[in-house]
């Protein structure tokens, strides 16, 4: 199949630890502003590890309607739906101004765990002398748990929620592969698009990797220490970093071809270039490489009908462990040479299937201001991470320009998309 249908960004709706809103995010990025802080929540949970990335000043009443539809959604898919409030709203789409039939909804997602203070009474009600008693759960949590509750944290809710609020009747979908899902994401509404099957689709993603349930099953081991300091926790690349940091958040984004889009004469943010995925292992005994990374860069490069020197900035994973980080790098250095890169999780951490939604927001505003943010926390190279890291302070972009983005999960999957100047 010929695709032929230029694909453009037109809006973006960041709810993120250093800010909610295209504007707050940008001036916290430009600024290297942390969102990372001893979090109350942690410490009361007597975690081990109390720092992480909170969403502040956040209330989703402001931004989903009808305000009812609150009951029927988690933390994180109140997030995903403001976010694509937000898009929309950068975009100037209001609801009912797109032809239903031609506007739809992809997002990366991942398990979406429920809140204990749902499940605390239902546990109560099955103990007996202090013992958990488990023939008594199915019982209880038919008669004693909210009705709707599945509802509330299936990780295809919020492409539904969001289609639900935009009477969108086009393609709806949901990949749920971890981190790298809302880049997965972006290339299937891109290919919805050139496959002309949609004018308009809003793509995104959301996570929260400070949920109790998820942080006590995967465990510490892979978290930063550095509790005195938490700000200085994220440090991708640095030859001193000892751990990621966990985060929430969301971002949607509008994508759109470019015909519909100047029909409407819609403001251009970024251009939609070309994407590839890849995968390596990560069963247990099998020896990591670069391979998987590198296979995505190559497969975008390629898509893109670009070549290496033509990628004048990286959006690197940078999740700020020591293994990953050398990966990622070598993948880097041998695919794009010494092309600047740039880690945005040194300012909010991970933010599970929402990070990559959240750093795709980076390099698209980057594109459009024509400035790449600086990475925090860069204070000693390490010679394993071979990569140019912008630190210190943003630098200018040269312009037209391309970027590529890069995210990958602990599963194994990687992804790579390549945009361009407005």
């Known amino acids: ?102 506007l739809g909804t992809v997002f990366g997602s991942e398990m979406f765990y429920g809140e204990l203070e749902e499940l605390v009474e239902v546990y109560r009600r099955c103990r007996e002398e202090g013992q958990f008693q488990f023939h008594r759960w199915g019982e209880r ?142 069963e247990v005994g099998h020896v990591r490489t670069s391979n998987g990374i590198s296979q995505s860069i190559r497969r975008a490069l390629r898509d893109a009908e670009l070549a290496p020197e033509d990628i004048r900035y990286v959006k690197a994973h940078g999740l700020s462990t020591v293994e990953d980080d050398i990966l990622e790098a070598q993948a880097i250095r041998d695919c794009l040479g010494d092309t600047p890169v740039t880690a945005p999780k040194s300012l909010f951490g991970s933010l599970g299937a929402g990070g990559a939604a959240v750093e795709a927001a980076v390099g698209m505003l980057s594109l459009e201001h024509g400035l790449i943010p600086a990475t925090l926390n860069y204070e000693r190279p390490d010679p394993r991470c071979p990569v140019n890291v912008i630190h210190g302070q943003p630098e200018p972009m040269p312009t037209p320009s391309a970027a590529m983005l890069l995210n990958q999960s602990g599963t194994g999957q990687t992804a790579a998309v390549i945009l361009g100047s407005p």
């Not at 410490?43 to 989903?64: C, E, L, R, W, Y």
Request: glycine fraction near 10%.
């Open 141 to 282: 949590m038919g008669t004693d748990i909210f009705p709707l509750f599945m509802l509330k944290y299936l990780p295809n809710m919020a492409a539904c929620h969001v289609a639900i609020a935009y009477d969108a009747r086009g393609p709806n979908n949901t990949i749920s592969l971890g981190e790298a899902s809302p880049l997965l994401a972006l290339i299937e509404a891109a290919r919805v698009i050139q496959r002309d099957h949609a004018d308009v689709m809003f793509v995104g993603g959301a996570g929260n990797r400070l949920h109790l349930t998820p942080m006590l099953y995967r465990g510490t081991s892979n978290l930063s220490k550095r509790v005195d300091r938490p700000e200085s926790a994220s440090r991708p690349f640095d030859l001193d970093r000892d751990g990621l940091v966990n985060g929430e958040g969301a971002c949607v984004i509008v994508l759109e071809s470019e015909s519909h889009a100047q029909r409407r004469g819609a403001k251009v943010i970024a251009r939609f270039l070309g994407g590839g995925q890849g995968y390596e292992s990560a």
């Open 1 to 102: 199949m010929t695709l032929i249908r230029n694909v453009v960004v037109t809006g973006i709706g960041v709810v993120s630890p250093i800010g909610v809103g295209k504007a707050a995010f940008w001036d916290s990025l430009v600024a290297g502003r942390s969102g990372v802080t001893v979090s109350d929540f942690l410490t009361t949970s007597n975690m081990p590890v109390p720092i992480g990335a909170h969403v502040k000043d956040f209330d989703a009443k402001q931004f989903v309607r009808p305000r009812k539809s609150l009951k029927v959604m988690c933390h994180e898919i109140q997030m995903a739906v403001s976010a694509a409030t937000i898009a929309g709203d950068d975009a100037a789409i209001a609801p009912n101004t797109i032809d239903p039939d031609r």
